[in-house]
């Protein structure tokens, strides 16, 4: 049976928003046609929604497997106590990680989020992700700044890459302050070209002060857990100018984060000529460290940004609506056909989802959400959510 859905405004994203636009789905939620008010075929019955009708979301950043640390990390309290935090409170009874990752599961697919790009650390969400109606693609962490290990944790994450789907699934390196120059090399030369790499991209101060001047509260926290850091030097320029070059030139690259990226290291990112997607979390970014990317410069500077809400350790939904609300309350300037690029095909395709997935095409299968109380193609604190297929 075929579906005809129509509302004020359908938004494809890969085309122009048409006005009382008409969408078909079969039943499995395939895109079979899409139509304007004149073109729609005559006799047919359509559910009439007001709103705008958008694509699922996509998240391009998460961790699923922290869902169980949902307000148990005090906030605003900068990313080197965070990570402290964390690892301090990770550990936990098996079944309550478990219940709260199918939780988070339906809760992000209730909230329309299509496909998801999760960092991992152990094979704990792989059953989840198998029963999940959302497509995930996972990325085994790897950190390690003992440069003798750097092998012995690649192989650690290749064992854990194998309890996930072999076609979405991929091994990256955590963040430049929890690797070694040494794991970054024997990364690069251990992966083949399609292995997306997801990476955590200055979101503190503290980066750029280590990678600038090795000073900083990475530095306290270095020999807290009794690594020397003798061998690291200060190279006089941010985190991302330094370590861009050590990833493989073919790979594409999500940035995430980015709180502390600068317009230079913008500049830099975009001459280095590489696939690279800016992934922004900003709702995490104001629990860990009360900040906000200066997201005008990357609206400006950068085409490929997509969206992510980190885990349910950093905060307290898992909606892409919600990191939408945010960015719009903050950026006033910010254009909706844009971000709502960002939040959706943009993510596909940095998960490489995006053939099924991102915009509403025919032979997709996006998803359906329905979005109300918008004035003006605005999103304010109102709009609210419905998922219609
Ligand atoms: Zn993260």
Redesign the pocket.
């Known amino acids: 049976m075929v579906h005809y859905y129509s509302a004020d405004y359908v938004m494809p994203v890969t085309s122009s928003p048409i006005k009382n636009g008409v969408i078909a789905m079969d039943e499995n939620g395939t895109v079979l046609g899409i139509y304007d008010n004149d073109s729609v075929p005559k006799n047919v019955e359509i559910e009439r929604f007001k709103g705008v009708l958008i694509p699922g979301f996509i998240n391009a ?3 699923l497997e922290l869902s169980h640390l949902l307000g148990k990390i005090p906030q605003k309290q900068g990313l080197v106590k965070f990570i402290t935090e964390v690892m301090s409170n990770r550990g936990a009874d098996e079944d309550i990680v478990y219940e709260a990752m199918v939780a988070a599961d339906k809760v992000m697919y209730a909230n329309g989020i299509q496909a998801v790009g999760d ?1 991992v650390n152990s094979t704990v969400s792989a059953k989840v992700k198998e029963a999940s109606k959302i497509a995930y693609h996972t990325f085994v962490e790897i950190l390690g700044l003992r440069e003798e290990e750097a092998i012995e944790k690649i192989d650690e994450a290749r064992e854990i890459e194998f309890s996930f789907d072999s076609e979405h699934a991929s091994i990256t390196l955590h963040a430049p302050y929890s690797c070694s120059k040494v794991l970054f090399k024997a990364f690069k030369k251990s992966i083949s070209d399609d292995n997306i790499i997801s990476i ?1 991209n200055q ?1 503190s101060e503290e980066e750029n002060k280590l990678f600038r001047y090795k000073t900083g509260e990475f530095l306290d926290f270095y020999s807290q857990i009794g690594f020397p850091a003798d061998d690291f030097k200060a190279q006089a320029r941010n985190s991302i100018q330094t370590y861009m070059s050590y990833l493989p030139a073919r790979n594409r690259v999500i940035l ?2 980015n709180t502390y990226t600068s317009l230079k290291d913008l500049d830099f990112i975009r001459r280095m000529g590489r696939d690279v997607f800016l992934c922004l ?1 900003p709702k ?1 970014n104001l629990y860990i460290e009360d900040a906000l990317p200066k997201v005008s410069i990357f609206e400006q500077n950068a085409s490929n940004i997509a969206i ?1 809400t ?2 349910l350790a ?1 905060n307290d939904t898992l909606s892409i609506l919600d990191e939408l609300k945010v960015l719009h309350r903050h950026f006033p300037e910010l254009d909706f056909n844009k971000t709502l690029k960002w939040a959706t095909i943009n993510g596909a395709k940095a998960l490489s989802l995006d053939e099924g997935l991102g915009s509403l095409e025919v032979g997709k299968t996006p998803g359906l959400l329905l979005l109300k109380n918008m004035n003006h193609f605005k999103i304010t604190d109102k709009v609210e959510m419905e998922r219609i297929a």
């Open positions: 950043h998460c961790h960092h955590h979101e995430v984060h979390c995490a992510g980190d885990s950093s």
